[in-house]
């Protein structure tokens, strides 16, 4: 996790804290209620929003989330390859997030200026794993190892 995301993820953590102290030191219902909403809606982004893990197989790349797994299949990826934010920003162009963000990373759907819908799940802000695919709309990533991951998937594509 990026320092900048890591800081934002704390800072986020303090909403809840805040509202639920309130809520017990002023036994205020409102306040009550958005803690339990914010501590149910963080578990939301944890459980299905985060993923924890990327495996390549040797017919798919999983995307591990604790309450769920994704699955790329091998013969929908064109190409993959690591991106800096710098030439994603250039290839790409401006882009907007549709979903999470700042709860541990950003996840969901970015539009981009240039090149339309991609899904990503990144916890980065550089060295993003770009997967290009054939049918479906292309996946940014920032695993652990960059590296290791594209030239696992690139083994398994040849």
């Not at 982004?45 to 985060?50: G, I, K, P, S, T």
């Not at 700042?102 to 981009?112: I, Q």
């Not at 993003?128 to 590296?147: A, D, H, W």
Request: charged residues 15%; hydrophobic residues 50%.
């Amino acid at each position: 996790m990026s320092p900048l995301i890591r800081g934002l993820t704390i800072a986020l953590w303090a909403l809840p804290l805040f509202f639920g102290i309130f809520a017990l030191v002023s036994r205020q219902l409102i306040a009550g209620i958005v803690f339990l909403f914010l501590i149910t809606l963080y578990g939301v982004v944890w459980l299905w929003c985060r993923p924890s893990y990327f495996v390549v197989y040797r017919n798919y790349v999983e995307i591990v989330f604790p309450g769920w797994r994704r699955k790329i299949p091998m013969q929908d990826v064109s190409s993959i390859r690591i991106i800096s934010n710098d030439a994603f920003q250039q290839e790409f162009g401006w882009a907007m997030r549709i979903g999470v963000g700042g709860l541990w990373g950003g996840f969901g759907w970015l539009w981009t200026y240039r090149r339309g819908f991609l899904e990503f799940y990144i916890s980065q802000l550089d060295n993003f794993v770009l997967i290009e695919r054939v049918t479906e709309k292309s996946v940014l990533i920032t695993p652990e190892n960059p590296g290791q991951l594209v030239e696992a998937v690139e083994e398994a594509i040849a």
